[in-house]
């Protein structure tokens, strides 16, 4: 990644799998993966192959962050519109992977 690539991200990404769900923005579901990094402005999510090329500019999402304490474990539920910004071949013939930017940027309290 070049200097000038990490001086655009504002968000500071985290390197987490959790599901994602992915929608049309008239609510059909197109797909699921899991996430590859997450910040509070977007993520990079590996999906099926077919997943990746049925998307096209804004989508909605619905993913669940792990969080835990010392006696607890659960999923915080997030939902939020996005738009698609890449789609890469994830080196086999049936996975992908795509980039979105979250349409607000969300308050996750991820932590590096």
């Not at 090329?53 to 993913?63: E, I, R």
């Not at 962050?65 to 049936?94: W, Y």
Request: glycine share 8%; charged share 20%.
């Amino acid at each position: 990644m070049t200097q000038q690539a990490k001086e655009r991200r504002q968000f500071t990404r985290v390197a987490i799998s959790c599901p994602v769900t992915i929608f049309s923005r008239a609510g059909t579901m197109l797909g699921s993966g899991r996430s590859v990094d997450l910040s509070d402005g977007g993520t990079y999510v590996a999906v099926a192959a077919e997943v990746a090329q049925s998307l096209d500019g804004a989508v909605n999402l619905a993913f669940s962050v792990p969080r835990s304490t010392q006696n607890t474990f659960m999923l915080e539920e997030f939902a939020c519109h996005a738009k698609l910004i890449r789609c890469q071949d994830g080196g086999s013939d049936d996975r992908a992977g795509v980039a979105l930017q979250f349409a607000r940027p969300l308050n996750l309290g991820l932590r590096v």
